[in-house]
């Protein structure tokens, strides 16, 4: 019995591996992290650049805290989170590595993005109901809307780890009326990105 069951389970994780092979998943995978390394790269030399040359930008994301409100920062996070990822959470996650509480922060930070996600996909649910709206968004988003059909919650993992926006993914996830608790479930990888990056982040500010 036991070996029945390994047996089938190999089959299973081998089908699906040839499965993502003939369409072309790991080949978007690669390319999207190879897209994701150079703004990255950018991002970590324009902190570099700007602290040497232009500003000490640890004395500027002091300032940031001492001006503004923890919550009205994470409030203006989470609507861009919830709007098509309009600002990258790399500026957010170096603003917490500099307030009273780093940990806290970037945690709340994280559900924000999470959150955001979870709006995102109700948008996109939304936008089904509306034909004119969902007609355009079908056209403007037709690529990202036939990955989620193809490859469905694996696309939603690499769009919560990966350096793309997250709210695209949730609202194609959301059209596709992919199940909602594997959406929450894949969509929790999301934490994990933003402490990840913290650990670079944090040592450069």
């Given at each position: 019995?036991?070996?029945?069951?390994?047996?089938?389970?190999?089959?299973?994780?081998?089908?699906?591996?040839?499965?993502?092979?003939?369409?072309?998943?790991?080949?978007?995978?690669?390319?999207?992290?190879?897209?994701?390394?150079?703004?990255?790269?950018?991002?970590?030399?324009?902190?570099?650049?700007?602290?040497?040359?232009?500003?000490?930008?640890?004395?500027?994301?002091?300032?940031?805290?001492?001006?503004?409100?923890?919550?009205?920062?994470?409030?203006?996070?989470?609507?861009?989170?919830?709007?098509?990822?309009?600002?990258?959470?790399?500026?957010?996650?170096?603003?917490?590595?500099?307030?009273?509480?780093?940990?806290?922060?970037?945690?709340?930070?994280?559900?924000?993005?999470?959150?955001?996600?979870?709006?995102?996909?109700?948008?996109?649910?939304?936008?089904?109901?509306?034909?004119?709206?969902?007609?355009?968004?079908?056209?403007?988003?037709?690529?990202?809307?036939?990955?989620?059909?193809?490859?469905?919650?694996?696309?939603?993992?690499?769009?919560?780890?990966?350096?793309?926006?997250?709210?695209?993914?949730?609202?194609?996830?959301?059209?596709?009326?992919?199940?909602f608790p594997s959406f929450l479930m894949f969509g929790l990888l999301r934490f994990v990105r933003f402490y990840l990056y913290a650990l670079v982040i944090f040592e450069m500010v």
């Open positions: 019995m036991k070996k029945d069951a390994k047996s089938k389970k190999k089959s299973r994780i081998r089908l699906l591996h040839q499965y993502y092979s003939y369409t072309g998943f790991y080949s978007f995978v690669w390319n999207s992290v190879k897209k994701a390394i150079l703004p990255i790269v950018l991002f970590i030399a324009a902190l570099w650049a700007i602290d040497r040359f232009v500003l000490d930008i640890e004395d500027m994301l002091v300032t940031v805290t001492e001006t503004y409100s923890p919550l009205g920062i994470i409030s203006v996070f989470f609507a861009s989170e919830s709007l098509l990822g309009l600002i990258p959470p790399e500026l957010f996650i170096a603003w917490s590595g500099k307030s009273a509480s780093p940990i806290l922060y970037l945690s709340l930070l994280a559900l924000a993005s999470y959150l955001g996600g979870v709006i995102s996909y109700f948008m996109g649910r939304w936008m089904t109901k509306i034909p004119a709206v969902h007609e355009a968004i079908e056209v403007k988003m037709a690529q990202h809307i036939k990955n989620t059909r193809k490859w469905g919650g694996f696309l939603i993992i690499v769009g919560a780890l990966l350096p793309i926006p997250f709210a695209m993914t949730s609202i194609a996830a959301g059209i596709i009326k992919f199940q």
